[in-house]
C-alpha cells in the first residue's frame, strides 16, 4: 500500500482521533495537577509515534494498535502515580 493510499484510510483517522484524545488528556492532566508546563504535546507525540511504528514499521492490524493506544495510556497512568507517591 502506498503511503499516500494510507493517508485516506480508517486508520489514519483513527490515529488521528488516538492523538487529540492523548493531546487533550495531557492538556487536563497540567490543569489539573498544576504542572509548570503543558503534557498534551508529549502525550500526542507519543502517541502517534507509537501507532505509527505498530501501523507501518510493523505492519500490525487495527486492533493490535488500538491495543498499543490502550497500553500507551495504562503506562502513562502509572507512572504518573509512582511521580505523585514519589512527590508526596
Known sequence: MDLFQKLYSFQFVALLACAV??????????????????????????????YVIT??????????CIACQVALFFGISIVRVLLSIRNS
Not at 30 to 47: I, M, Q, T
Not at 55 to 64: C, E, K, N, P, R
Open 55 to 64: 501501523w507501518i514499521v510493523l505492519s500490525w492490524g487495527m486492533i493490535a
Open 21 to 50: 484524545f492523548f493531546f487533550r488528556a495531557g492538556e487536563f492532566e497540567s490543569r489539573v495537577g498544576n504542572a509548570a508546563r503543558s503534557l498534551g504535546f508529549l502525550w500526542a507525540s507519543l502517541s502517534v509515534l507509537l
